[in-house]
């Protein structure tokens, strides 16, 4: 079973800071990776994609370890408006069936 | 504007009766998805469709139906066989294809009264 790992939070983080959070995926023959923003009582909307090269827009940076099976979010110089569920997603090689996320990281920026 | 419309964006459904939920898209996307989200959860998968007249179950389909007799419409039932129904549903498309994003309706809220 394909599985999809977050640390569920919540971060709390003063504002300005930079945070940190990972999301681990278990079947290797995963290929396609995002991020993707959720606010309370809102859908999810896309935040990035995540490249075997790392990318970077702005403020935040996703990278990939293959090796080690897990994708990073990082966020530099923190906001208020930063404050949100993130919820990484994964697609296996061959996989009919779209996206399989994980549950999310809460994050909480504090003025 | 292009995009996944959901509706109704609130629903109230009182214990015993089906339920139907909209989702319409004008991105030309074939494949197109229902997720179920409990409160502090992830998204389950409830049904997928990446053609026109062909879906398959997902990880928690019993109790809904859906059906895609148009590329652009994809409607969930939720029937009285689903014993706790009450969620955020949202449903999303993408292109077929394997690196590509799913985009997402604004979903829709289902409470059982």
């Known amino acids: 079973r394909k599985e999809v790992e977050q640390d569920p939070g919540p971060f709390n983080v003063p504002e300005g800071a930079t945070v940190a959070f990972n999301c681990t995926y278990s079947?290797?023959?995963?290929?396609?990776f995002f991020w993707y923003r959720q606010d309370c009582r809102k859908e999810p909307k896309l935040l990035m994609s995540v490249y075997s090269s790392g990318n970077e827009d702005g403020r935040f940076t996703a990278q990939l370890n293959r090796a080690s099976q897990y994708i990073s979010l990082l966020i530099r110089d923190s906001k208020l408006s930063d404050s949100a569920t993130y919820l990484c997603a994964v697609n296996i090689e061959g996989g009919a069936d779209g996206l399989t996320f994980g549950k999310g990281t809460h994050l909480i920026i504090q003025p | 504007d292009g995009g996944i419309t959901q509706s109704p964006k609130y629903l109230f459904r009182k214990e015993g009766q089906n339920v139907t939920l909209s989702c319409e898209q004008n991105l030309n996307h074939d494949a197109m998805y229902w997720y179920r989200q409990d409160p502090g959860q992830g998204l389950r998968l409830i049904y997928y469709s990446q053609i026109v007249n062909d879906f398959q179950k997902g990880d928690i389909a019993e109790g809904y139906s859906v059906s895609r007799e148009k590329k652009e419409s994809f409607p969930l039932t939720v029937t009285s066989a689903q014993k706790n129904p009450t969620a955020f549903y949202l449903c999303a498309s993408s292109d077929r294809g394997l690196a590509t994003e799913a985009f997402f309706g604004q979903g829709t809220r289902l409470t059982v009264v």
């Open positions: 079947n290797s023959a995963s290929q396609s």
